[in-house]
């Protein structure tokens, strides 16, 4: 796990007041949405609400590539990380 990695999986506890877990339990590759951790559309606006005051980016919900920006630890990320190369 990439310190960024650990960064968000921390920022999602803290977020989801998930306090049950730590960010070594939430695996870069594990779904955050179904199956996997369980999250939620709500989840997903509070989510990129504090990626956005984190980092500084906005990700449209209705982007085509919401979905896949929000599949992983791993997948946001490279989102994360893309954008603030680019900006």
Do not use: K, W
């Not at 590759?29 to 609400?49: I, N, R």
């Not at 919401?66 to 190369?85: I, P």
């Amino acid at each position: 796990m990439t310190d960024l990695e650990r960064d968000i999986a921390q920022l999602i506890i803290e977020t989801l007041a998930l306090e049950h877990l730590t960010a070594n339990d939430i695996a870069v590759d594990q779904p955050l949405f179904g199956q996997g951790l369980g999250l939620d559309s709500v989840d997903a606006l509070e989510l990129a609400l504090a990626l956005q005051n984190r980092y500084g980016l906005r990700i449209a919900s209705d982007s085509r590539d919401a979905r896949r920006h929000f599949e992983t630890v791993r997948s946001l990320a490279a989102y994360v990380g893309n954008a603030s190369c680019a900006g």
